[in-house]
């Protein structure tokens, strides 16, 4: 192709057609820059389609650390839920032999910790143009990480705390932590410090506070729920989008 034009070139030259040869480079430049425009255009629509697909697989591995904390969330909440009346006896100072078959001595016997899933919140981290809805997921995340999880930690030290000081101060640890404590299977002295003990009731409002008052972990964990859960349709749109 190149030899060809060549050639009309010289041919316009040796026959002195100058005009012609003007014109003939002019139209020459101009299909170059078309070329060029074509070339620019087919790159970026190239560069379009690849940030398109990276957007694609990056919302839905976010759309999948979604689903599993929502899931996390929602079996903790269930978990600290089901403990609640209990817990709401020992407030009203009803305690009662029967609260032990409903779990009265294991109020302050399990903590929770929520491993946040992050592999596609971390690659929307990474972008360097960020949308709007990215930069609304991080920011969950973000205060997840420094609201939820902080009240984890904090109802889980207290927790663990407790179960030192039943370890080191009462002769029946052993038979606290072997077996399921009801109010036929147990001795009178564990008993006793768990239907009367005002050390114990005292832990247990205080661990109340910190896992049903406000802005504290089960209000956390429902703000949390309901916020994941509306930007999952957000998620969709984008993926539905992207496979028009």
Same mark, same amino acid.
């Given at each position: 192709?190149?030899?060809?034009?060549? /050639?009309?070139?010289?041919?316009?030259?040796?026959?002195?057609?100058?005009?012609?040869? &003007?014109?003939?480079?002019?139209?020459?430049?101009? &299909?170059?820059?078309? #070329?060029?425009?074509?070339?620019?255009?087919? *790159?970026?629509?190239?560069?379009?389609? /690849?940030?398109?697909?990276?957007?694609?697989?990056?919302?839905?591995?976010?759309?999948?650390?979604?689903?599993?904390?929502? $899931?996390?969330?929602?079996? $903790?909440?269930?978990?600290?839920?089901?403990?609640?009346?209990?817990?709401?006896?020992?407030?009203?100072?009803?305690?009662?032999?029967?609260?032990?078959?409903?779990?009265?001595?294991?109020? &302050?016997?399990? #903590?929770?910790?929520?491993?946040?899933?992050?592999? #596609?919140?971390?690659?929307?981290?990474?972008?360097?143009?960020?949308?709007?809805?990215?930069?609304?997921?991080?920011?969950?995340?973000?205060?997840?990480?420094?609201?939820?999880?902080?009240?984890?930690?904090?109802?889980?030290?207290?927790?663990?705390?407790?179960?030192?000081?039943?370890?080191? *101060?009462?002769?029946?640890?052993?038979?606290?932590?072997?077996?399921?404590?009801?109010?036929?299977?147990?001795?009178?002295?564990?008993?006793?410090?768990?239907?009367? #003990?005002?050390?114990?009731?005292?832990?247990?409002?205080?661990?109340?506070?910190? &896992?049903?008052?406000?802005?504290?972990?089960?209000?956390?964990? $429902?703000?949390?729920?309901?916020?994941?859960?509306?930007?999952?349709?957000?998620?969709?749109?984008?993926?539905?989008?992207? $496979?028009?």
């Amino acid at each position: 192709m190149i030899k060809f034009f060549r /050639k009309i070139r010289q041919k316009l030259l040796s026959e002195n057609k100058f005009s012609k040869y &003007l014109l003939y480079a002019i139209g020459e430049i101009v &299909l170059v820059v078309i #070329g060029i425009l074509i070339a620019l255009q087919i *790159n970026d629509w190239n560069e379009q389609r /690849k940030n398109q697909d990276k957007y694609q697989s990056i919302y839905t591995s976010v759309y999948a650390d979604i689903e599993n904390d929502l $899931n996390d969330l929602q079996t $903790n909440r269930d978990f600290f839920l089901q403990k609640k009346p209990v817990f709401e006896r020992v407030l009203n100072d009803s305690i009662t032999p029967d609260l032990l078959d409903l779990g009265l001595s294991r109020l &302050l016997a399990h #903590g929770t910790k929520t491993s946040l899933n992050t592999s #596609g919140i971390n690659q929307l981290r990474e972008l360097e143009n960020k949308d709007s809805l990215a930069l609304a997921i991080i920011d969950v995340y973000d205060r997840m990480r420094t609201q939820l999880l902080s009240a984890e930690v904090r109802v889980t030290t207290d927790i663990t705390e407790h179960s030192k000081y039943v370890r080191d *101060n009462y002769e029946w640890y052993g038979e606290w932590i072997s077996k399921t404590i009801m109010k036929d299977n147990s001795s009178d002295a564990l008993q006793n410090y768990f239907l009367r #003990g005002i050390d114990y009731r005292n832990r247990v409002i205080y661990a109340y506070q910190q &896992l049903y008052n406000s802005y504290n972990y089960i209000p956390s964990v $429902n703000y949390f729920i309901e916020r994941l859960t509306q930007l999952k349709p957000e998620i969709q749109n984008v993926l539905s989008k992207s $496979n028009d």
